[in-house]
């Protein structure tokens, strides 16, 4: 198959967008849709300051990796989850993160929870029964307190995370089930300041798993290719299956699944929320941070700081 735009042989070929391209005219594709994305949903300018939640993973270390190129001003943060697995998964992954900018010159900031808080992921999902069923819970909670804890203190404008397409129609799809209607309203590209809350944005949101994964080894990308031990059986990747088998026989199928629930919102039907809701939120007294408790928020009870 010859590319779209030119007569060399196409490397990727895009059903949903009935769109073939060689290797240069991906790359440059993927680019002028990231910024597009930015543009359309009013992420941030060049003349903010960016902050990258990377992962290690292909698609925070791709869209670094673009804002690099566009001329952003984007600092990274990595946050060591202290998960081993069979080969020390965290140790691989914080590596991936710091090549990935040293090759760059680019400023990568790690917070190790143990170091920081006393605790890793598995070890404080340990401490609660939920926890030890299901450590997930733990670690997103660890991570969204982190996360806002380095961004606005900081004086970064707007955190930045790599969500794609696959990863927001799953999302959608699980909350669409149980119809919970405050997750519909907090779902969103971008993510209003609060109170004690950064500013959030996903400008991979619109691409599909396999198209930031393509972006990522066509630019030689090192990234870490394992999953998380704690992934399986996680809810989130069955609907991916269930998803990716509708998109088989209907290419295009979660793209318009997606962008038809964003234009749901615009329109008033899941009408924005802060991120957090659920009561009247409180300061947690230690952190800072906001919280539906009268006392201490979850993660600071969780890692015992009074």
């Not at 900018?101 to 939920?130: F, I, K």
């Not at 500013?199 to 990522?216: G, I, M, W």
Request: glycine share 8%; with cysteine.
């Amino acid at each position: 198959m010859k590319c779209s735009r030119c007569s060399q042989k196409a490397v990727m070929h895009m059903r949903q967008h009935r769109l073939a391209l060689c290797r240069p005219h991906y790359l440059e594709w993927f680019v002028d849709q990231t910024e597009r994305t930015i543009e359309k949903f009013h992420m941030f300018t060049r003349g903010q300051k960016i902050l990258v939640a990377v992962s290690g993973g292909k698609d925070s270390l791709a869209l670094w990796d673009v804002l690099w190129r566009l001329g952003y001003q984007a600092d990274g943060l990595y946050i060591h989850l202290g998960i081993q697995g069979e080969d020390d998964y965290s140790a691989q992954s914080e590596a991936c993160s710091r090549a990935f900018a040293q090759e760059r010159n680019l400023n990568l900031r790690v917070v190790n929870l143990q170091e920081t808080y006393g605790g890793t992921t598995p070890s404080l999902a340990a401490r609660t029964r939920h926890g030890k069923q299901r450590p997930c819970s733990v670690c997103g909670l660890a991570k969204r307190h982190v996360m806002n804890a380095s961004a606005s203190p900081f004086g970064y404008d707007v955190l930045v995370t790599g969500h794609n397409l696959d990863d927001e129609a799953s999302v959608l799809f699980g909350n669409s089930l149980s119809w919970s209607v405050d997750l519909l309203r907090r779902q969103a590209p971008v993510l209003e300041e609060a109170p004690g809350l950064s500013r959030k944005v996903k400008p991979l949101c619109r691409f599909y798993e396999r198209e930031t994964a393509a972006y990522a080894l066509l630019q030689g990308i090192e990234y870490i290719y394992d999953e998380c031990p704690f992934a399986e059986g996680n809810h989130t990747l069955y609907y991916k299956e269930v998803l990716n088998r509708l998109e088989s026989e209907r290419p295009g199928a979660k793209y318009h699944y997606y962008m038809a629930f964003l234009n749901a919102r615009k329109n008033g039907l899941f009408a924005p929320q802060p991120e957090e809701t659920g009561g009247e939120m409180h300061r947690c007294p230690v952190c800072g941070q906001p919280t539906t408790s009268p006392d201490r928020c979850a993660f600071c009870r969780l890692v015992g700081r009074q």
